[in-house]
């Protein structure tokens, strides 16, 4: 898979609170960019994307607390953004079926 020249990403979707312990920058900037690829267009399984974003994770040595807590936020809360983006993504499909 290859990320979009000019795709726009925010690196690691960190909860504001959490951002004391976990910063949106670091090793899992590669993997977020990915990750949120996959979200915005959903061309596999939400299951697939969050274990895309954890194997990138650990090829960058990401510290394997950091690494698993991240994989399990996304696993536990990344369902809004994922059928957020699944709304935007049927709406984009239906403008192009019309045409």
Known sequence: MVVPAGFRCDLAS???????LFSPFGL???AGCFH??????????????DALFRSIM???RVPMLKRLTLY????IGGW????????????FRELLDAK
């Open 14 to 20: 960190v909860p504001r609170l959490l951002r004391l």
């Open 28 to 30: 899992h900037q590669r």
């Open 36 to 49: 949120d690829v996959c979200y915005r267009v959903q061309h596999c399984r939400r299951f697939q994307a």
């Open 58 to 60: 650990y090829d960058d």
């Open 72 to 75: 399990w936020g996304v696993r």
């Open 80 to 91: 809004v953004a994922w059928r957020r983006n699944a709304e935007h993504v049927a709406k």
